[in-house]
């Protein structure tokens, strides 16, 4: 058993749902994890919540939201971008106990991840390194001092921005499965972070590489609770004028900053987490560029279909959009124009493959599709989504969004919405290319495109949820995927209930 864990393969089959397999857990409400890292006696850097944010235009930003110029950013920009990166979007009392809808979607609501900031060259703000609180829009000041950037580049770096994952919060509730939601949690995460850093016309670069080790010593991480996944550095002048970080390895933290990966008073270590996260380590190059052949399907698709992108798009405020983000799952079968389809892929499939700003790992570790259900513009089927080649492909006819909805654990709901959206890959392609890490790129690639699909619904003033909860071998028969092929990750969108 604990060798199949370290494979992307071996782990994703070992913690998969099946039909009348699943084992009872009562959840311990008592030892909840708590969703704010605490930290001894912090050292705060208040941020302001209160300047009107500048006018984003969300379609606007998806047609141009690729890396942009090199900046010299001062504290209020990156205020802004935590705003719109993880913000608190609403107050509500559930059970009691008070409960903070987020920008961000997180799969049980448990927001495994977390924010930290390398400053290096910001205006208003100490070099140095910051956890980020979103509940009191402040920083905690963790290191005072330059430190070095993580993973080294040949670039001038004004900042780095990490998220991280912190395995119990999701693990109280999903156990040894809650490696997949760590992943695909911060994928949603990076996801808000891209735009914003997009939309502010920033010049960034995203990485899934580097070494695990030096990543978590520089945050003051509990390796054994906590993991460094993404780092976005935010480029400014060139290397020469700003430096590329500071030399050398960080020096350790103190074992109560260590100790702030805590998150609850009876925590239960899962070993599958630790053993596929560290299987991981290693940085495999890949095939010498060359992107894997993903055999996920045993079909390809027998006819394609042009995506057509709305001349004019609609203006939306991303702001708003942001704000308004909810899961949904009062969806409504009712009917969809060509036009409003067509303005949805082309929302969702903007920053996805050729023009995605993701290393070209994750954007070789994925294929996605979708499952059209009635009152689509578009026969009832299962479809594939090219988006270098703006089209998609109709793989197999037929209603299956009845039974995808069963396949998701019975979520009945889920069959009234219109459209399915796919995140699959090829558990033994990526094992076979990258290694063990291979599993992170395709699942924070999936989380993502999930956000996305949040947010383009939210723009047709439509509803989305993610769905983890999948029996998985069932779901990938009812796709006719191939033996290693692999939903990972699925997202409900369509037309909703008006309240
Ligand atoms: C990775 C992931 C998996 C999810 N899986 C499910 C699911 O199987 N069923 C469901 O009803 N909601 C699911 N959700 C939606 C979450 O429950 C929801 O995001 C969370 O409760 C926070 O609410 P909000 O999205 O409205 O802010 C999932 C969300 C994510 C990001």
Not at 68 to 76: L, N, S, Y
Not at 113 to 129: K, N, Q, S
Not at 231 to 250: I, K, Q, R, S, Y
Not at 424 to 435: C, E, I, K, S, V
């Amino acid at each position: 058993m604990s060798q199949k864990i370290l494979t992307a393969a071996g782990y994703h089959r070992a913690t998969s749902y099946r039909r009348h397999g699943l084992t009872p857990h009562s959840l311990d409400w008592a030892h909840q994890p708590v969703p704010v890292k605490r930290y001894p006696q912090p050292d705060r850097v208040p941020l302001d919540h209160d300047r009107k944010l500048p006018p984003l235009d969300y379609p606007g930003i998806m047609r141009h939201a690729s890396p942009g110029h090199p900046a010299a950013p001062d504290i209020q920009v990156m205020a802004t971008v935590f705003r719109l990166a993880h913000d608190v979007t609403a107050r509500a009392m559930h059970g009691g106990q008070p409960f903070h809808y987020r920008s961000v979607a997180s799969a049980g609501a448990l927001y495994p991840f977390e924010l930290y900031l390398a400053a290096h060259h910001i205006d208003g703000l100490a070099p140095g390194l910051y956890h980020y609180n979103l509940f009191d829009f402040s920083l905690t000041a963790l290191r005072r001092g330059p430190v070095p950037a993580i993973p080294p580049v040949n670039r001038g770096i004004a900042a780095t921005f990490y998220i991280t994952g912190i395995f119990f919060r999701s693990a109280w509730k999903y156990r040894s499965r809650a490696y997949r939601y760590v992943l695909l949690d911060a994928g949603h995460l990076l996801e808000n972070l891209r735009l914003a850093l997009g939309a502010l016309g920033m010049d960034f670069s995203i990485h899934l590489d580097f070494d695990d080790r030096r990543a978590a010593t520089l945050l003051g991480l509990d390796p054994r609770r906590e993991a460094c996944l993404v780092g976005v550095h935010l480029h400014g002048a060139p290397a020469a004028e700003m430096g590329t970080g500071a030399a050398g390895d960080p020096k350790p933290l103190a074992g109560d900053i260590l100790r702030a990966s805590v998150v609850s008073d009876r925590e239960v270590a899962y070993p599958d987490i630790l053993r596929i996260h560290r299987a991981g380590h290693a940085v495999e190059t890949g095939s010498a560029g060359a992107p894997p052949e993903l055999a996920v399907m045993k079909k390809t698709p027998a006819s394609w279909i042009g995506l057509d992108p709305p001349e004019f798009p609609v203006p939306a405020d991303y702001a708003r959009i942001l704000g308004q983000r909810r899961s949904r799952r009062n969806f409504l079968s009712a009917s969809v124009s060509r036009a409003d389809l067509m303005s949805f892929l082309d929302l969702v499939t903007g920053h996805m493959g050729a023009a995605s700003a993701m290393p070209p790992s994750c954007r070789s570790a994925l294929a996605t599709g979708f499952l059209a259900g009635s009152g689509m513009p578009v026969s009832p089927g299962f479809y594939l989504l090219d988006p270098d080649a703006r089209r998609l492909g109709c793989v197999s006819g037929g209603g299956f969004t009845e039974s995808m909805a069963r396949a998701c654990l019975d979520q009945m709901w889920l069959k009234h919405a219109g459209l399915h959206l796919l995140f699959m890959t090829d558990l033994d392609a990526l094992d076979r290319t990258w290694g063990p890490r291979g599993y992170r790129y395709a699942m924070i690639e999936a989380g993502r495109l999930g956000q996305q699909v949040y947010l383009a619904a939210t723009a047709m003033g439509w509803g989305a949820c993610g769905i983890g909860a999948i029996y998985d071998r069932e779901a990938a028969d009812l796709l006719d995927l191939s033996d290693d092929g692999a939903l990972l990750y699925l997202v409900g969108a369509g037309p909703v209930k008006r309240r």
